[in-house]
């Protein structure tokens, strides 16, 4: 069975989380979710209702959190991805549960970044993305028309895909790992 670990990161987009849960679910997936500063955006209470959920505040319940929930995934998918998480993995920063977290990962890692245009063609957060990839890191980066919150208006971002693309794209992601020896 698919284990999924879902990282959640504090963009506007994490308002569609527990969409992805349930579409995982409806696949027989196992899910478990890490949140960020994304509660302050969605309450984990919230997505408690579909998954498992660790934010800072209960981490403590699982003994060494960051390691044991790296070892359980088979899945990995960071959604939905600020700038701010981008810039994180990128360097190697483990600041708190879920970087801590994906440092510890040692499978494939989809990463679906979510911003406004502008600060997505920065080339700093462009350098990121390129960085991330380099390390094998599948990034989702396709434009589409989303609201922004910043501006009151839709208008063209890099945001996450709707859960059906979600859940085809995990899936190939997952055979590709399968199929690859365990050198990892
Ligand atoms: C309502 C709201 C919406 C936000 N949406 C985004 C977003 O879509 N993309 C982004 O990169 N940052 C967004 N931010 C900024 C991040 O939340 C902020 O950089 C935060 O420190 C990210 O922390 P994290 O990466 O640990 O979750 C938003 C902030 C707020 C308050």
Redesign the pocket.
Not at 38 to 48: G, L, Y
Not at 101 to 112: G, H
């Given at each position: 069975m698919t284990k999924l670990l879902l990282i959640a990161?504090?963009?506007?987009?994490v308002l569609h989380l527990s969409s992805y849960v349930a579409a995982a679910k409806q696949e027989g997936w196992d899910v478990r979710c890490v949140m960020?500063?994304?509660t302050?955006?969605v309450p984990p209470s919230t997505v408690a209702a579909f998954c498992p959920v660790y934010a800072e505040d209960n981490a403590g319940e699982l003994r060494v959190a960051h390691i044991e929930l790296a070892g359980w995934a088979s899945a990995v998918a960071v959604i939905?991805a600020?700038?701010?998480?981008l810039a994180?993995i990128a360097a190697g920063i483990g600041d708190?549960l879920?970087t801590t977290t994906l440092l510890a990962v040692r499978i494939a890692v989809a990463v679906f970044p979510?911003?406004?245009s502008t600060?997505w063609t920065n080339p700093i957060v462009q350098r990121n993305v390129e960085s991330i990839r380099s390390f094998g890191y599948q990034v989702w980066s396709k434009p589409r028309t989303m609201y922004s919150?910043g501006r009151g208006a839709y208008e063209e971002g890099i945001g996450i895909p709707i859960p059906m693309q979600f859940i085809e794209f995990m899936a190939e992601l997952n055979q590709e790992d399968k199929a690859k020896p365990e050198d990892r």
């Amino acid at each position: 069975m698919t284990k999924l670990l879902l990282i959640a990161s504090g963009s506007i987009g994490v308002l569609h989380l527990s969409s992805y849960v349930a579409a995982a679910k409806q696949e027989g997936w196992d899910v478990r979710c890490v949140m960020t500063a994304a509660t302050r955006i969605v309450p984990p209470s919230t997505v408690a209702a579909f998954c498992p959920v660790y934010a800072e505040d209960n981490a403590g319940e699982l003994r060494v959190a960051h390691i044991e929930l790296a070892g359980w995934a088979s899945a990995v998918a960071v959604i939905p991805a600020t700038a701010n998480m981008l810039a994180k993995i990128a360097a190697g920063i483990g600041d708190n549960l879920a970087t801590t977290t994906l440092l510890a990962v040692r499978i494939a890692v989809a990463v679906f970044p979510n911003m406004e245009s502008t600060m997505w063609t920065n080339p700093i957060v462009q350098r990121n993305v390129e960085s991330i990839r380099s390390f094998g890191y599948q990034v989702w980066s396709k434009p589409r028309t989303m609201y922004s919150v910043g501006r009151g208006a839709y208008e063209e971002g890099i945001g996450i895909p709707i859960p059906m693309q979600f859940i085809e794209f995990m899936a190939e992601l997952n055979q590709e790992d399968k199929a690859k020896p365990e050198d990892r």
